[in-house]
Structures are given as C-alpha cells and as structure tokens.
T-cell receptor
C-alpha cells in the first residue's frame, strides 16, 4: 500500500528565512506525489506535483519540492518565507493497483502546521 | 473557470438524523472523490466516482454512501448520524482521476453532529 509520513507536526520559521516541510513516502512502483496547503476553514489548494522528470519541482507561490528517490523523500521548500505562508501543509501520494496503474485515491500525511513569525 | 463547489458550507444535525452533501465538479471533470477530515484521523478517503460508477471505496461503514449523476455532480449521504461523524467533508474533482491528472478540492462542508 502507498503511504506518506510527515515527521513534524509543526514548523516555525522567521519571515525571510528559508523553510522546509518534510515528507517521506512508501510506495510500490514509481510515486506520484503532491503537496497541498490548507488555510483555516478552507479546502486544500494544490501547490505542486511530481510525476516524473526533474527532481526539483517548482510550484505555486514560490514553493518548490525536491524528489529524492534514494531517501524516499519529497520535501517542500521555499527560499524566503512569508507570514502569509502560515498554514497547514499536506503531502500526498496517488494510489496504484497491482498492475501499477494509478487509481483515483490519494493517501495523505497527517499534515504539518507551518508558522512564519514576523 | 469555476472551481469545485460544495454545498452547504455548514450543517448542524442531530444524532440519528441523515444528511446529504453536494459537490459540483469543475466543468468537464468526470471523477469526483470525497474525503473526511478530522483532527484525530486526518484526511481519510471515502469514495471515488467516475462516470456515475463508484470506482474506489475507503474503509467507512455502510452508513456512508454516495452517487454521481450524469452531469458529474455528486452527492454523499450519511445516515443515522453519530457524534463522530462531525468533520469537514471535502470533495475533489479530476478530469479522469487516473494517470497524470491532478485533483482540485472544494472548500468543504463542515458537518457538526450534536
């Protein structure tokens, strides 16, 4: 079965500093990985995805993620954090069937609360 | 283009009642998935529909059901509500729900069971 883990419940960073939100995955076959962000009382907003290709994926709002196959990680990064980046961040992986075909289901991590202080 | 629309945004129901939530996907999207979000369990998959057929189902009791209409709009129903059903219910739509296609989420329906 597919799964992702977000080892940190909370990440705190000062505005202007770089930020990293960690995610590790466990999948059978090639992973399809996603990052979503959630603001209070809102749904999930798509940030970026890794399907194949370059290990560094660029996404919305200046975020990027680095796919590392040997470490089975997909960490979210941003060079300079903003106070408005404070939100709940989720890593997710697509489900696959026994033949490796993707299915219409995402497995989510528990989420990481990012707080950026001024 | 319009995003994923979920109605209503908020609901308060009494234990034992039933509830129906609605999701209108992005125009042209044929796959609709539902998730339950709670502080204790996080985001859990309920089911996915594609072209009016349930294609995947999560590990929820039979009190949770859904359907999809020919226009791809979807509804989920919860019967005999329990206090533990209080959650944010999120709907996501995708062009096909397979392959490289991503998901767009709605803002959710906040259900409170009292």
């Amino acid at each position: 079965a597919q799964s992702v883990a977000q080892p940190e419940d909370q990440v705190n960073v000062a505005e202007g500093n770089p930020l990293t939100v960690k995610c590790t995955y466990s999948v059978s076959g090639n992973p399809y990985l996603f990052w979503y962000v959630q603001y209070p009382n809102r749904g999930l907003q798509f940030l970026l995805k890794y399907i194949t290709g370059d290990n560094l994926v660029k996404g919305s709002y200046g975020f990027e993620a680095e796919f590392n196959k040997s470490q089975t990680s997909f960490h979210l990064k941003k060079p300079s954090a903003l106070v408005s980046d404070s939100a709940l961040y989720f890593c997710a992986v697509r489900d696959r069937d026994d033949r490796g075909s993707t299915l219409g289901r995402l497995y989510f991590g528990r989420g990481t609360q990012l707080t950026v202080w001024p | 283009k319009a995003g994923v629309t979920q109605t209503p945004r908020y609901l308060i129901k009494t234990r034992g009642q039933q509830v129906t939530l609605s999701c209108s996907p992005i125009s042209g999207h044929r796959s609709v998935s539902w998730y339950q979000q709670t502080p204790g369990q996080g985001l859990q998959f309920l089911f996915e529909y594609f072209s009016e057929t349930q294609r995947n189902k999560g590990n929820f009791p039979g009190r949770f059901s859904g359907r999809q209409f020919s226009n791809s709009r979807s509804e989920m129903n919860v019967s005999t509500l329990e206090l533990g059903d209080s959650a944010l219910y999120l709907c996501a739509s995708s062009l096909k729900g397979q392959g490289n296609y991503g998901y767009t989420f709605g803002s959710g329906t906040r259900l409170t069971v009292v």
